[in-house]
């Protein structure tokens, strides 16, 4: 699954940095513009930049997956995605030829295209847009290593007993009165300055078991 989910993925088409993008336009940018390594993220700067094509094995997900859809409207789009990467496992060569041709040709006018707009760009814009993919690069790496934090935490939490999730729970309901009880003085301030517009409209009460209620 985790397979099929990393071949959807590759619509995404993501790149190396920004450091190739072209020659001549100062030490980091060794080598020239390659249409192989654009990300997807060149589009922001380019409005009219091409988006990479799709495989052939993606664009018979893309043709298929609306039909199975329709024949199984109960089914979770991963097992139908699941279903799909079977039949194009065993389809004839002859058929499959169909969508790599497809996919070979789409590709080939990417590539032209992608010529095209690096013959326009300027070194500016070139140092621009490495920038810009560096600093989304960061990004996806960070957020990675959160989901991974987080998955981690997940795991914890799972293999706590009882007792000490019990723990948790009490400084939850703590903090919730804190809370409350923080907000509440906060009001009663604001009203007594004139500022009762900043108090919520529909103040919250908090039962004896600490839970809040409108």
């Known amino acids: 699954m985790a397979l099929i989910r990393s071949m959807w993925g590759v619509l995404s088409a993501l790149g190396r940095s920004g450091a190739e993008l072209c020659a001549g336009c100062g030490s980091r940018l060794r080598s020239p513009f390659s249409f192989v390594y654009v ?10 930049y091409p988006k990479k094509p799709m495989t052939s094995y993606l664009r018979f997900s893309k043709e298929q997956l609306p039909i199975y859809k329709a024949r199984n409207p109960d089914a979770k789009n991963t097992e139908l995605i ?25 590709w080939e006018a990417y ?38 934090k987080l998955k981690s935490i997940n795991e914890n939490w799972k293999n706590l007993s009882s007792s000490e999730k019990q723990v948790y ?8 009165i804190r809370y409350h009880n923080e907000i509440k003085s906060w ?28």
């Not at 990300?39 to 009219?48: I, Q, R, V």
């Not at 920038?131 to 990004?139: G, N, V």
């Open 39 to 48: 990300p997807k993220w060149f589009s922001s700067a380019l409005a009219s």
């Open 82 to 106: 699941k279903k799909i990467a079977e039949v194009w496992r065993d389809l004839p060569d002859s058929e499959k030829k169909i969508y790599e041709d497809a996919y070979r040709a789409d």
């Open 111 to 148: 590539k032209e295209e992608v010529n095209r707009i690096q013959e326009q760009l300027t070194p500016s814009q070139v140092l621009s847009l490495e920038k810009e993919i560096m600093q989304k690069r960061l990004k996806k790496k960070s957020l990675i290593k959160k989901r991974a």
């Open 169 to 176: 729970f009490q400084l939850a309901k703590d903090d919730k």
């Open 187 to 214: 009001e009663e301030q604001m009203i007594e300055v004139g500022r009762a517009d900043l108090v919520r409209r529909h103040v919250k009460r908090l039962p004896k078991d600490g839970t809040e209620e409108f």
